[in-house]
């Protein structure tokens, strides 16, 4: 697996940081085999992260935004995602979606920022890839933290992916990060 540049690798993250003047948090890139578990189980697959965290969570998870931006047909966005019932925060996560890769109305329910988009790509029957460029561990920043509602003296475990169309063009760049 080839890793993406450092300044790539928390992207679209820093598309998102930069208009709000915040700096990336550091982070060090990490091969899979060496993540520790639970987080490898987690992260070091092919599959979508909403199915995965809600099999290993044995619960519904639901989206919490927490900032937004479009461009054209480039739609940012950053959210935890959270189980039902209780809202415990089971990821961080910052996502580029291309549009018009993506048809109606799935396109406006991840306008809406109501549902994960692995949930919604799952329900519309879109195919689509999940492919990880890279593995990394960061401590995150005081939004990243707050999001998870966590301290900072943790080590947090992430991946950056890219759900792609079955020609292999990106319909979404993401960067997935677990709480402690």
Known sequence: ?????????????????RPAGLSLPATEVLD???????????LVHTRDMTRTLESHHSGTIHLRLLSTSLEGNRYRRT?????DGNGRPVEFGATEAFLDRIPEPWRGQIVEGRRPLGGILNASGIPYQS???????????A?????????????LFGRRNTLSDPEGRPLAEIVEILPP
């Open 1 to 17: 697996m080839e890793s993406p540049a450092p300044s790539d690798l928390l992207q679209p993250l820093g598309n998102l940081y």
């Open 143 to 155: 939004f990243i933290r707050s999001a998870l509602g966590i301290g900072d003296e943790a080590w």
């Open 79 to 83: 959210v935890a995602l959270q189980l």
């Open 131 to 141: 492919r990880p460029s890279a593995y990394f561990r960061t401590r995150g920043d």
């Open 32 to 42: 899979g085999a060496s993540i520790p578990e639970p987080y490898r189980t987690l």
